[in-house]
C-alpha cells in the first residue's frame, strides 16, 4: 500500500513568488490535513480537508490556501512568499477526520525562500 | 503559555532505562496524539487516544481527559528510541478539528 505521497520535495523560491505543493493521500483516505514545521515555532495547523470541503484552519494569514480534489489529492498554495514562510510543509491523511483517527505523514516539502 | 505542553524538553537515558514523556493542555480537547520525528523530518504516529491507556509493543500511552494530561511511557529503551516525540491535541470547543502541539521532546538513548 502506498504510502502519502508529496511532492516536490525540495523547492526553492524568491520573495514575492507563490508556491503550489501537492499531497496524495494513502489510497481511501478522504482527510488530508496540512501542517508547517519551523524550528521556532515546531508544529503548527495549516488546514484540514475532507470530502472536498476545508473542515478547518489554523491561524494563517490569507496567503495561505489549499484545495482538495475529488480524488482526495490535496494541494496548497502560499501566494507573495516571504522569508519567514521558509519551511517544512507536512501533509498528513486519515480515514476519519480530525481530531480522531491515525495520521500517516508524508516526507514534506521543504521550502526556502530567499 | 501554550496551550499544550511537553516535558521535559530534552531527555538522554542510558539504554534500558525506563523513559516517560509528560504532556498537559490547558483546553478541551477529545482526543491526543502521540508523534514521533527522526532525524530529516519524517513523523510517524505512535498513538490516538481519546481515553485510558494503550499499549505498542515497548510503548505505553495514557490520558486523563479530566486532568488533562497523558504521559508517553517507554519501557527498555534502546538508541533506536532516539527522536523527537511531540504530542497534539485537538477536539475540543474552540479549536474544533485543529490540532495543537507541544514544543516536543528530543529524547536521546545512549548504549
Known amino acids: 500500500k502506498a504510502g502519502v505521497t508529496q511532492t516536490p520535495r525540495y523547492l526553492i523560491k524568491t520573495r514575492g513568488q507563490q508556491v503550489t505543493l501537492s499531497c496524495s493521500p494513502i489510497?481511501?483516505?478522504?482527510?488530508v490535513s496540512w501542517y508547517q514545521q519551523t524550528p521556532g515555532q515546531g508544529l503548527q495547523f495549516l488546514f484540514e480537508?475532507?470530502?472536498?470541503?476545508?473542515?478547518n484552519k489554523g491561524n494563517f494569514p490569507g496567503r495561505f490556501s489549499g484545495r482538495q480534489f475529488s480524488n482526495s489529492r490535496s494541494e496548497m498554495n502560499v501566494s507573495t512568499l516571504e522569508l519567514g514562510d521558509s519551511a517544512l510543509y507536512l501533509c498528513?491523511?486519515?480515514?476519519?477526520?480530525?481530531?480522531?483517527?491515525?495520521?500517516?505523514f508524508g516526507e514534506g516539502s521543504r521550502l526556502t525562500v530567499l | 503559555k501554550n496551550e499544550v505542553e511537553q516535558s521535559p524538553q530534552n531527555l538522554t537515558a542510558q539504554e534500558g532505562e525506563f523513559i516517560t514523556i509528560n504532556c498537559s493542555y490547558s483546553?478541551?480537547?477529545?482526543?491526543l496524539h502521540w508523534l514521533q520525528q527522526h532525524p530529516g523530518g519524517g513523523i510517524v504516529s505512535l498513538f490516538m487516544?481519546?481515553?485510558g491507556k494503550k499499549k505498542h509493543g515497548r510503548l505505553i500511552a495514557t490520558i486523563n481527559i479530566q486532568e488533562k494530561h497523558s504521559s508517553l511511557h517507554i519501557t527498555a529503551s534502546h538508541p533506536r528510541d532516539s527522536a523527537v516525540y511531540i504530542c497534539?491535541?485537538?477536539?475540543?470547543?474552540?479549536?474544533?478539528?485543529?490540532?495543537?502541539f507541544g514544543e516536543g521532546t528530543q529524547l536521546t538513548v545512549n548504549p
Open positions: 480537508y475532507f470530502s472536498e470541503t476545508q473542515r
Open positions: 498528513a491523511s486519515s480515514l476519519i477526520v480530525l481530531p480522531g483517527g491515525e495520521l500517516f
Open positions: 483546553v478541551g480537547i477529545s482526543a
Open positions: 489510497s481511501g483516505h478522504r482527510s
Open positions: 487516544l481519546s481515553s
Open positions: 497534539a491535541g485537538g477536539g475540543g470547543e474552540t479549536s474544533g478539528s485543529r490540532l495543537t
